[in-house]
């Protein structure tokens, strides 16, 4: 029995200082001033991180959130002495909002020269948005994907300029497939954790699809894109992902892993920031960064023609007219 423990405790213990050693830190010093950038889910966790590195490099931040930014506003602007700092609502769960918010930006910025799609849920009690869409891959995926569609002019005009996307290494875990692109959950007998896994993965999975399929079609014109997992990382995301969930076995365990593994919100911004900024990243483009080093990607999103109807198909879903096609 004692030996049991003791191999545990040693395994938790290499385990341990593996990920503190592993944790990827961008030594950018990049300058930021004269820059804008844009960063959804800017309130909280990652997304604020960012947003508060991008502020103390002088650029001009344009928080993007559905909740109130006030107080995440006013700390930013209090520990940078940046003023330039905007709070602007985005809900990601609606087109209609995505649409306003983009068209917004379009009439009162003059560039854009990052932009960070990083907002997202750990799932829905909800079925549908008002859009028929799921809502956990509408906040994740479907709006982002419609955003950077919106943005994408903007973002060429002030070339060099790069796209992040926010997938995660749960990626790997998906089930995504063109029929279930748009899951309907109330069609499905699978357990509720089960569910809400296969869909979160799923949209991580279809935004690294997105990310690398901007890259390809924005060739030749100074925007890169490139997706990132941030690592495991504590945030209020996972408060949200226990309620969903309802299982205090599964809560406990996870805050157990999270109590010896996982990195805080600033050490999880690191890859964000090292692919908004870093002169390393340079003109690379469709890569996926973990701990600030391009990572390898799931099989799947190396099959170029289902990544091309998942592209088409995500371009039906969203309303995407003409026009605004790549
Ligand atoms: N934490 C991790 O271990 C981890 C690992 C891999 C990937 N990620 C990804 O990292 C990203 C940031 O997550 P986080 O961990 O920093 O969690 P978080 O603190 O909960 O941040 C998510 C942000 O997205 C906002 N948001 C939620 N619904 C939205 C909507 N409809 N429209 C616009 N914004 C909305 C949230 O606003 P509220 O303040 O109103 O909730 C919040 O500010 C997510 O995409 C997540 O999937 C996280």
């Given at each position: 029995m004692w030996i049991l423990l003791m191999s545990c405790c040693a395994v938790i213990f290499v385990v341990h200082i593996f990920c503190r050693m592993?944790?990827?830190?961008?030594?950018?010093?990049?300058?930021?001033?004269?820059?804008?950038?844009i960063v959804t889910g800017a309130n909280s966790g990652l997304g604020y991180q960012t947003?508060?590195?991008?502020?103390?490099?002088?650029?001009r931040v344009i928080m993007a959130d559905v909740a109130d930014?006030?107080?995440?506003?006013?700390?930013i602007i209090k520990h940078t002495n940046n003023h330039n700092i905007i709070a602007k609502k985005l809900d990601l769960s609606s087109l209609q909002s995505v649409r306003e918010f983009a068209s917004d930006i379009t009439k009162t910025e003059e560039e854009l020269h990052i932009l960070i799609n990083n907002a997202g849920v750990p799932g829905s009690e909800e079925n549908r948005t008002k859009?028929?869409?799921h809502p956990a891959m509408q906040i994740n995926y479907f709006g982002h994907f419609l955003l950077t569609h919106l943005l994408i002019n903007l973002l060429k005009k002030s070339a060099p300029s790069r796209i992040v996307f926010t997938s995660s290494i749960l990626a790997f875990t998906n089930n995504l497939?063109?029929?279930?692109?748009?899951?309907?959950?109330?069609t499905s007998n699978n357990p509720k954790?089960?569910?809400h896994l296969c869909i979160y993965s799923n949209s991580k999975l279809a935004l690294l699809i997105a990310s690398d399929k901007f890259a390809e079609k924005l060739k030749g014109t100074g925007v890169i894109s490139n997706s990132v997992h941030p690592g495991l990382v504590t945030t209020p995301i996972y408060d949200r992902a226990y309620s969903l969930v309802n299982s205090q076995i599964i809560e406990?365990?996870?805050r157990c892993v999270h109590f010896f593994f996982a990195k805080d919100a600033w050490e999880g911004s690191q890859s964000l920031v090292h692919a908004a900024v870093s002169k390393k990243v340079g003109n690379l483009t469709g890569k996926y960064f973990a701990d600030c080093k391009p990572f390898f990607k799931p099989l799947c999103a190396y099959d170029k023609k289902w990544c091309e109807e998942i592209w088409n198909a995500t371009e039906e879903l969203v309303h995407l007219k003409p026009n605004e096609r790549l």
């Open positions: 592993s944790r990827g830190i961008t030594r950018s010093s990049t300058c930021l001033i004269g820059k804008t950038a947003a508060l590195n991008l502020a103390s490099r002088g650029c930014m006030e107080n995440s506003k006013l700390n859009d028929d869409l497939s063109l029929a279930n692109l748009n899951f309907d959950e109330s954790f089960y569910r406990l365990a996870w």
